[in-house]
């Protein structure tokens, strides 16, 4: 009989920022890894096409966290904006379900700032104002 698999939970994460972890986001969404296919039919009269292995591309992280008094997130967009663009070594930790131990992180490289939404302002509301970042990167790894 197998043995049955504990579910990593979604609510127990961190990011570790150029080796500054930094918490308080709502949410994290990972980036899409997508490798491109290309066609190519043999010749000889093969019926079938064969795909061949293309270019990475690797998505953007989307950070979404809550409007605080902390300028760190929107310092690093403006150094981009400025044309100075601040490269760093980006981990995404996630805990355990009590959110103590870290069972697994995913590494990016060479991540800088290249979105900023801002946050819905809204007098008739009674939620957190939410701000959300994307960051670009070179690559991603699972540790």
């Known amino acids: 009989m197998a043995e049955a698999t504990d579910y990593y939970r979604a609510y127990h994460f961190l990011l570790d920022c150029g080796g500054e972890v930094i918490g308080g986001f709502t949410a994290i969404e990972l980036p899409e890894v997508s490798i491109e296919t290309i066609p190519f039919r043999e010749g000889g009269g093969s019926p079938s096409v064969r795909k061949l292995v293309g270019k990475t591309d690797y998505g953007n992280l989307y950070l979404k966290f809550g409007l605080t008094n902390s300028t760190q997130m929107w310092d690093w967009l403006m150094t981009a904006v400025n044309g100075n663009v601040v490269r760093k070594n980006v981990s995404i ?14 590494n990016l490289d060479n991540a800088w700032p290249c979105n900023w939404k801002g946050a819905q302002l809204d007098a008739m509301a009674n939620e957190v104002a939410i701000e959300s970042l994307s960051l670009a990167h070179e690559g991603i790894t699972r540790a």
């Open 93 to 106: 930790i996630l805990k355990d379900k009590e959110g103590k131990e870290e069972v697994t992180r995913w």
